[in-house]
Nanobody, 122 residues
Framework: QVQLVESGGGLVQAGGSLRLSCAAS????????MGWFRQAPGKEREFVAA????????YYADSVKGRFTISRDNAKTTVYLQMNSLKPEDTAVYSC???????????????WGQGTQVTVSS
């Protein structure tokens, strides 16, 4: 069992930065792949980034590649999403999730956080 709690969302101007954190509880965190997904109003949930259990493999959606960075600290059981050069189209609720294997598909993730709102103003 893994419980996930996101933080770090907020309101930022276009071009700004935010760092999201996802704190995990549960002894299986260090062996879990982690992902970030987002959902904007009226849109389907979409994949943002993923990282494997050790942190040495990452994958990004094309829309955020070069702007966002996913990382993890297994000692702190926390995964991060550093978001730079934010755009209004990045506005969404961002959720972290845990899975056995890194994937871009939400259905492969077993545990989810409640989400944190990110709003980027133009």
């Amino acid at each position: 069992q893994v419980q996930l709690v996101e933080s770090g969302g907020g309101l930022v101007q276009a071009g700004g930065s935010l760092r999201l954190s996802c704190a995990a509880s549960g002894r299986t965190f260090s062996s879990a792949a982690m992902g970030w997904f987002r959902q904007a109003p009226g849109k389907e949930r979409e994949f943002v980034a993923a990282i494997n259990w050790s942190g040495d493999t990452t994958y990004y959606a094309d829309s955020v590649k070069g702007r966002f960075t996913i990382s993890r600290d297994n000692a702190k059981t926390t995964v991060y999403l550093q978001m730079n050069s934010l755009k209004p189209e990045d506005t969404a609720v961002y959720s972290c999730a845990a899975a056995g294997i890194m994937s871009v598909y939400a259905k492969r993730y077993d545990y989810w956080g409640q989400g944190t709102q990110v709003t980027v103003s133009s």
